[in-house]
């Protein structure tokens, strides 16, 4: 039994499940309205187990599943108590993959999705565009022309596309986009190794992809939005025909 009488014994059933579950996006909560001050310490075990008003075995299993989100972890010892973490954006982005790759989402599906999320990331790139902006632009045609050179003819598109997103200053077209376009890529290399595509062939797209990234780079540094929305509607619509007959 813990100190206020409620029992140590692990939580059992569904019950004890949806109570902890709760329980962690409450902790969740609190996480946010404090700002999500990464290293904080939100609570000691006891304090916590008091504020929520729970078992110690419901509020173990609420914090194995903050720990799993990244969100905060249970630190041991004197000075412990619940950490606040910083997410790895890397995971939150795999798991994304995982599930729409479960849903069976298809490149239509894919492509309209990017559609909507890039035209608006590139009219809001443009809206904000500094030269520090314009310079990492710049760097990224040129480290996606040193890859086709060397030979890379998948992946090396995503980084362009990631600069873009970030330069609209939105974490959600950000996140979104590199989901989308890290799942795309997949899909055309799934294709690609099923049909035996010719590396040649590979390249051509490859310089295809990267002259139509110019043409887009050219009119979001003249402030086109316009004019860059239609390259890049243009180009999306491109990659979406390399599996143009996928039901």
Same mark, same amino acid.
């Given at each position: 039994m813990?100190?206020?009488?409620?029992s140590?014994?692990a939580?059992a059933?569904?019950g004890?499940?949806r109570? =902890?579950?709760t329980v962690?996006?409450?902790?969740?909560?609190d996480?946010?309205?404090? /700002?999500?001050?990464t290293g904080?310490?939100?609570?000691s075990e006891?304090e916590?187990?008091?504020r929520?008003g729970?078992s110690?075995a419901?509020?173990?299993?609420? !914090?194995?599943?903050?720990?799993?989100?990244?969100m905060?972890?249970?630190r041991?010892?004197?000075g412990g108590g619940?950490?606040?973490?910083e997410p790895?954006?890397g995971i939150?982005?795999?798991?994304?993959?995982?599930y729409l790759r479960h849903?069976a989402?298809?490149?239509?599906q894919l492509?309209e =999705?990017?559609?909507?999320?890039?035209?608006?990331g590139?009219t809001?790139a443009?809206e904000k565009?500094?030269e520090?902006?314009?310079?990492?632009?710049?760097?990224?045609?040129?480290t996606?022309?040193?890859l086709i050179?060397? /030979?890379v003819t998948?992946?090396h598109?995503?980084?362009?596309?990631?600069?873009?997103a970030?330069?609209?200053?939105?974490?959600?077209?950000?996140l979104?986009v590199e989901?989308?376009?890290?799942?795309d890529q997949d899909?055309?290399?799934?294709e690609?190794?099923?049909?035996g595509?010719?590396?040649?062939?590979?390249r051509e797209?490859? !310089?295809?992809?990267h002259?139509?990234?110019? =043409?887009m !780079?050219?009119?979001?540094?003249a /402030?086109?939005?316009p004019l860059?929305?239609h390259?890049m509607?243009?180009?999306?619509?491109?990659v979406a025909e390399l599996?143009?007959?996928e039901?």
């Amino acid at each position: 039994m813990t100190g206020d009488g409620k029992s140590d014994a692990a939580p059992a059933g569904r019950g004890s499940q949806r109570l =902890a579950e709760t329980v962690a996006e409450l902790i969740e909560k609190d996480i946010v309205k404090e /700002g999500w001050r990464t290293g904080s310490v939100l609570g000691s075990e006891r304090e916590l187990i008091e504020r929520y008003g729970v078992s110690r075995a419901v509020f173990r299993e609420a !914090v194995r599943l903050i720990e799993h989100h990244q969100m905060a972890r249970m630190r041991r010892g004197p000075g412990g108590g619940l950490v606040v973490t910083e997410p790895d954006p890397g995971i939150v982005r795999d798991a994304a993959r995982v599930y729409l790759r479960h849903a069976a989402v298809n490149r239509r599906q894919l492509f309209e =999705a990017r559609m909507a999320l890039e035209l608006a990331g590139v009219t809001t790139a443009i809206e904000k565009l500094t030269e520090s902006g314009i310079a990492r632009l710049t760097d990224a045609l040129e480290t996606e022309r040193e890859l086709i050179e060397r /030979g890379v003819t998948l992946g090396h598109a995503r980084h362009l596309h990631r600069v873009i997103a970030e330069l609209a200053g939105n974490p959600a077209i950000t996140l979104f986009v590199e989901v989308l376009a890290q799942l795309d890529q997949d899909m055309v290399q799934d294709e690609w190794e099923t049909d035996g595509r010719p590396d040649e062939g590979n390249r051509e797209a490859a !310089v295809e992809s990267h002259q139509a990234h110019q =043409a887009m !780079v050219a009119a979001i540094v003249a /402030g086109d939005a316009p004019l860059a929305q239609h390259r890049m509607r243009r180009h999306l619509q491109a990659v979406a025909e390399l599996l143009k007959n996928e039901s």
